[in-house]
């Protein structure tokens, strides 16, 4: 998931944070054993209160916990840090790290050994995602990434003996699957305008050897040699000239197209990787059994590659403002985000109860999880898969505002209203103003 379009002005709470921060910052009168505070979204909700329980039990550490639904989180925690809410720990996005770093609403995490002792054993991908100007500011504790899934018994059905391993196959196999009356759409991609908007767009135009921005964070999505106009092209032709993909993924959010595709109406279809646990599942999906991960079909100019997203535990300055609290408060963090009594207990518990990923690089070698992981994929091909997926190159402060333009243009592209160049320079025009303005 990723950060939703937001009503709040980023520029007012930060005009309005520095005041508030060095009140925080400098509170060192706090009681010295007070509780934990902290903050989560409605996710794993009792996973959490029970490994929080243990942790209770275990330190004799108070935990004030707290939850807010993902869609107004980021929202709830602005206004808390304004406000100068008691929050020592938090869940981040990935995708809000250099908006909340710039406010000093975090803190790095890099002087604390108890915390970086973990580095080697996580993702590369994930420790970019965590660092900014050079720090690092989290403990990761669940990662994904967009997977390509296919259909196994429609393509057998069809007289495909393997699935597509390019966009160009992905084309071909889709028609031939369609002109044997075998799936109306065969290709499924959520275009709607929500949070996992930037995670589809992104899968496409890494794998197809594109990028939005450079190494100077310049806009280089317009360009038709290095930029998104090759993913957005095939798209557009997907939805227009193949008729592969309905016009209507444009109003298609990615609970929907996951409902699509367990329905047995689709061949091929771009999904978040934990979804194969649902499509896998005889309750839940008609095509239990037969749903598979591919690598994610490459470009003529690109690659396997595929976006990926993090979700880490960051520090507040006002942990930082007491000793004892700053002490307790990492305690926490390890026992979430590392080990707790030398394992990846709460990895593992969100792995087996919610299909939830890990990226911890131990636990693919791991005998308990690599049982549980066969149970609905490969986990060879899926570690693999990881390890070629990337950070969205979009993550700025001003991601947000650039996002609701890039996914409008995209979707006026899907409908023909412009060519995909229009839309893009567009994207692009957006995005160069607002680095601008920063």
């Given at each position: 998931m990723t950060m939703s379009s937001s009503s709040l002005s980023r520029r007012t709470f930060l005009k309005g944070s520095v005041a508030g921060l060095s009140a925080t910052a400098?509170?060192?009168?706090?009681?010295?054993?007070?509780?934990?505070?902290?903050?989560?979204?409605?996710?794993?909700?009792?996973?959490?209160?029970?490994?929080?329980?243990?942790?209770?039990?275990k330190t004799g550490i108070k935990v004030e916990?707290?939850?807010?639904?993902?869609?107004?989180?980021?929202?709830?925690?602005?206004?808390?840090?304004?406000?100068?809410?008691?929050?020592?720990?938090?869940?981040?996005?990935?995708?809000?790290?250099?908006?909340?770093?710039?406010?000093?609403?975090?803190?790095?995490?890099?002087?604390?050994?108890?915390?970086?002792?973990?580095?080697?054993?996580?993702?590369?991908?994930?420790?970019?995602?965590?660092?900014?100007?050079?720090?690092?500011?989290?403990?990761?504790?669940?990662?994904d990434y967009m997977g390509f899934i296919y259909h196994a018994e429609m393509l057998k059905k069809a007289g495909i003996s393997s699935s597509p391993t390019t966009w160009r196959e992905v084309t071909d196999q889709a028609k031939i699957i369609k002109d044997k009356g075998l799936s109306q759409y065969p290709m499924l991609v959520s275009m709607a305008q929500e949070t996992w908007l930037i995670e589809f767009i992104s899968a496409i135009v890494f794998s197809t050897g594109g990028k939005f921005t450079d190494d100077k964070n310049d806009a280089i999505m317009h360009d038709p040699s290095i930029g998104a106009v090759t993913a957005l092209r095939w798209l557009v032709d997907a939805v227009h000239k193949d008729r592969i993909v309905s016009a209507s993924c444009v109003e298609t959010g990615e609970l929907a197209g996951l409902k699509s595709f367990s329905s047995g109406k689709h061949a091929f279809g771009l999904m978040p990787k934990y979804r194969l646990r649902t499509l896998n599942d005889p309750k839940q999906s008609q095509i239990a059994g037969h749903a598979t991960l591919a690598l994610m079909p490459k470009g003529e100019r690109g690659s396997h590659a595929t976006v990926g997203w993090m979700r880490f535990y960051g520090l507040t300055p006002r942990a930082q403002a007491n000793s004892t609290r700053l002490a307790d408060t990492l305690k926490l963090m390890e026992w979430f985000g590392g080990k707790a009594d030398g394992e990846y207990k709460f990895q593992k518990l969100i792995f087996k109860e919610l299909g939830g990923g890990f990226g911890a690089k131990s636990l693919f070698q791991d005998p308990e999880m690599r049982v549980a992981y066969a149970e609905y994929g490969d986990i060879d091909l899926i570690d693999k898969q990881?390890?070629?997926?990337?950070?969205?190159d979009v993550v700025a402060p001003w991601f947000g505002e650039w996002n609701d333009v890039n996914g409008s243009a995209w979707q006026q592209a899907i409908l023909a209203k412009v060519t995909p160049e229009q839309a893009l320079a567009t994207s692009a025009a957006k995005w160069s103003t607002l680095k601008k303005q920063a």
């Open positions: 400098l509170s060192t009168h706090a009681l010295a054993r007070e509780p934990i505070h902290f903050a989560a979204w409605s996710a794993a909700v009792d996973q959490v209160k029970s490994h929080v329980a243990a942790f209770e039990a916990y707290s939850n807010t639904p993902w869609a107004q989180f980021r929202e709830t925690m602005i206004t808390k840090f304004v406000g100068n809410a008691p929050i020592d720990t938090l869940w981040v996005s990935d995708t809000w790290l250099p908006e909340w770093a710039d406010a000093g609403w975090l803190v790095p995490i890099d002087q604390y050994e108890a915390l970086t002792a973990y580095n080697n054993d996580v993702d590369d991908f994930c420790l970019d995602s965590m660092t900014y100007k050079g720090r690092l500011y989290g403990l990761t504790y669940y990662t990881g390890s070629l997926a990337r950070k969205k």
